[in-house]
């Protein structure tokens, strides 16, 4: 008997692993969060049974500890159990957790990655999280945390790191977690980038900078990216800058010059 972590990815199904593709169509059991995209779920096989156990707000406090007898049972059940997690389910999904519960019972356990929403969201809407003359790293936080409470973050520090940052799960509290980044010493004019319900049909990006953060709504999910590559969209041409957009004349008339292609028209 065998649990498969396995990651689900943002939301888009095209962006699944082929083994977790492949592992939903054969598994047993499927046990899976809320936030899991329905795309995916009509993934797993018509025969399979399939188990909601996302949290939700006002949940029970103990609902971590139910999870873990949901996989339980079910493993010594079925030979092929997955518990399958939005993102990657070792990135703020309580991956490890469910692992240790699962092998203290002597129950095998495999993970399979997936493609965490902190580099996917940025992503999808056109943010590279590290970028030459921007941000040479990135550092994924949570936002769960309330930055008031004692031993949270200490978002002062985070604001001297000079990375990029990326907030998950920070919808509720971005106001609080904005105000202690300016209080760190981050400029008021940072560009910030709100992206909700990342690589699915509801998407939705809002640009802003730090100081008007707090009073931005921001619907969850969502994640925040903080620092100057916030601005961009790389994907967008319409986005480049009137150097940028020389630089590329350039390179494509000294391509054609020299006997290769011109592409830009």
Same mark, same amino acid.
Request: hydrophobic share 45%.
């Given at each position: 008997?065998?649990?498969?972590?396995?990651?689900?990815?943002?939301?888009?199904?095209?962006?699944?692993?082929?083994?977790?593709?492949?592992?939903?169509?054969?598994?047993?059991?499927?046990?899976?969060?809320?936030?899991?995209?329905?795309?995916?779920?009509?993934?797993?096989?018509?025969?399979?049974?399939?188990?909601?156990?996302?949290?939700?707000?006002?949940?029970?406090?103990?609902?971590? $500890?139910?999870?873990?007898? %949901?996989?339980?049972? #079910? =493993?010594?059940?079925?030979?092929? *159990? &997955? +518990?399958?997690?939005?993102? /990657?389910?070792?990135?703020?999904?309580?991956?490890?957790?469910?692992?240790?519960?699962?092998?203290?019972?002597?129950?095998?356990?495999?993970?399979?990655?997936?493609?965490?929403?902190?580099?996917?969201?940025?992503?999808?809407?056109?943010?590279?999280?590290?970028?030459?003359?921007?941000?040479?790293?990135?550092?994924?936080?949570?936002?769960?945390?309330?930055?008031?409470?004692?031993?949270?973050?200490?978002?002062?520090?985070?604001?001297?790191?000079?990375?990029?940052?990326?907030?998950?799960?920070?919808?509720?509290?971005?106001?609080?977690?904005?105000?202690?980044?300016?209080?760190?010493?981050?400029?008021? $004019?940072?560009?910030?980038? %709100?992206?909700?319900? #990342? =690589?699915?049909?509801?998407?939705? *990006? &809002? +640009?802003?900078?730090?100081? /008007?953060?707090?009073?931005?709504?921001?619907?969850?999910?969502?994640?925040?990216?903080?620092?100057?590559?916030?601005?961009?969209?790389?994907?967008?041409?319409?986005?480049?800058?009137?150097?940028?957009?020389?630089?590329?004349?350039?390179?494509?008339?000294?391509?054609?010059?020299?006997?290769?292609?011109?592409?830009?028209?």
């Amino acid at each position: 008997m065998t649990v498969y972590l396995v990651g689900a990815g943002p939301g888009d199904p095209e962006l699944l692993t082929l083994r977790a593709a492949r592992l939903l169509a054969e598994a047993d059991v499927v046990v899976h969060d809320r936030l899991v995209d329905p795309r995916v779920l009509d993934l797993i096989s018509p025969w399979a049974e399939v188990i909601d156990v996302g949290k939700r707000p006002g949940g029970p406090a103990d609902a971590q $500890d139910r999870i873990h007898r %949901v996989l339980v049972d #079910a =493993a010594r059940r079925h030979a092929a *159990v &997955v +518990r399958l997690k939005g993102g /990657d389910p070792f990135v703020f999904g309580r991956g490890g957790e469910e692992a240790e519960a699962l092998r203290s019972e002597g129950i095998d356990v495999e993970a399979v990655p997936g493609i965490t929403s902190a580099i996917a969201g940025p992503a999808a809407a056109g943010i590279p999280v590290t970028m030459r003359g921007h941000a040479s790293g990135f550092t994924v936080i949570t936002g769960h945390q309330d930055p008031t409470t004692a031993n949270s973050i200490d978002w002062e520090a985070a604001a001297r790191l000079g990375t990029t940052l990326i907030v998950l799960m920070g919808a509720s509290r971005a106001g609080l977690i904005a105000e202690r980044l300016l209080l760190g010493g981050l400029g008021a $004019d940072t560009p910030v980038a %709100v992206v909700e319900s #990342a =690589a699915t049909p509801d998407q939705r *990006v &809002v +640009r802003t900078v730090l100081a /008007d953060l707090p009073e931005t709504p921001v619907h969850a999910p969502a994640i925040l990216v903080i620092g100057s590559v916030a601005g961009l969209d790389v994907t967008d041409c319409n986005s480049l800058d009137e150097s940028a957009l020389s630089d590329l004349v350039s390179t494509a008339h000294a391509a054609s010059e020299h006997g290769g292609s011109s592409w830009l028209s």
